[in-house]
């Protein structure tokens, strides 16, 4: 079986920056780490290939060269192999952008290994740095596979896929066959940690760089031109103020509704 995991190196939310001009992230100087959703559907992954070592579990990442860390990260908790899509005219990609790259950088590896396609895709359900989650679905319609989102438990049996889907209101048994992509959430799994022998051979490891002409993107359709969302309008909220406080100094429980009531009539909420 051949698997492919999408990850994704994300600045540190509590840290995060926009451009004010150009409404994009400003990704230099701040602290970035592995998109946490995405190391679930790395570890999905790597189960499979504990179960069956027959399985071979391949990344690929899009964003600029230091996104190379996260593939060593995922090379160092197991993965076989992993690969960079990055080009300047990639930047300011939006999901649609970003989806259709990614399916061009997913058909092109698999011609490299001499495959006609991944037998199974998995992704986070989203990045937390946009939290749009539409990037997996949009790469399954880029590819003309089935997708199956938020899976909470996954199992595979010769090539069905079962995945527990979380929804709101509980959840749904849903089965594909191979080929099939999975977004992943957080109850799928606890995520493994790089062992240290994993870590010393990722530093060693050559990661190829594949840009959009290597993956035969159409320009017109990456990048900022090639991204129909436009942000008109980007601010920082104002901080919040702390609500109502009181103060409660004995049980009279007639008291406390006087106190209550008082600050709320103060503050012409009634």
Do not use: W
Not at 264 to 269: C, Q, R, S, W
């Amino acid at each position: 079986m051949e698997i492919l995991v999408c990850v994704k190196q994300v600045p540190d939310t509590a840290e995060v920056k926009i451009d004010p001009v150009k409404h994009t992230v400003i990704r230099a100087g701040v602290p970035n780490i592995f998109n946490p959703f995405d190391q679930n559907a790395l570890e999905a992954a790597l189960q499979l290939k504990d179960a069956d070592k027959e399985v071979k579990v391949t990344l690929v990442a899009m964003g600029p060269d230091q996104a190379k860390d996260v593939l060593r990260e995922g090379l160092a908790m197991g993965a076989d192999d992993a690969y960079l899509v990055s080009d300047r005219k990639l930047g300011g990609s939006d999901t649609l952008a970003t989806g259709y790259a990614l399916a061009q950088a997913i058909k092109k590896i698999a011609a490299d290994k001499g495959i006609a396609q991944f037998d199974l895709i998995l992704c986070g359900k989203q990045a937390i740095d946009g939290d749009t989650a539409q990037v997996g679905p949009q790469i399954a319609c880029e590819l003309g596979i089935p997708q199956i989102t938020y899976a909470a438990e996954l199992k595979v049996d010769g090539t069905t896929v079962t995945v527990k889907q979380q929804n709101e209101e509980g959840y749904i048994i849903t089965e594909a066959q191979f080929p099939v992509l999975v977004t992943a959430v957080k109850e799928l799994n606890e995520p493994r940690f790089p062992t240290i022998r994993g870590t010393m051979k990722a530093k060693r490891r050559e990661i190829p760089t594949l840009d959009a002409a290597a993956i035969g993107a159409d320009d017109a359709q990456i990048g900022l031109s090639g991204s129909p969302t436009k942000v008109r309008k980007i601010f920082t909220p104002p901080q919040r103020t702390q609500g109502l406080v009181l103060k409660v100094e004995d049980d009279n429980s007639q008291e406390i509704v006087d106190q209550l009531v008082e600050k709320l009539t103060a503050a012409k909420i009634v």
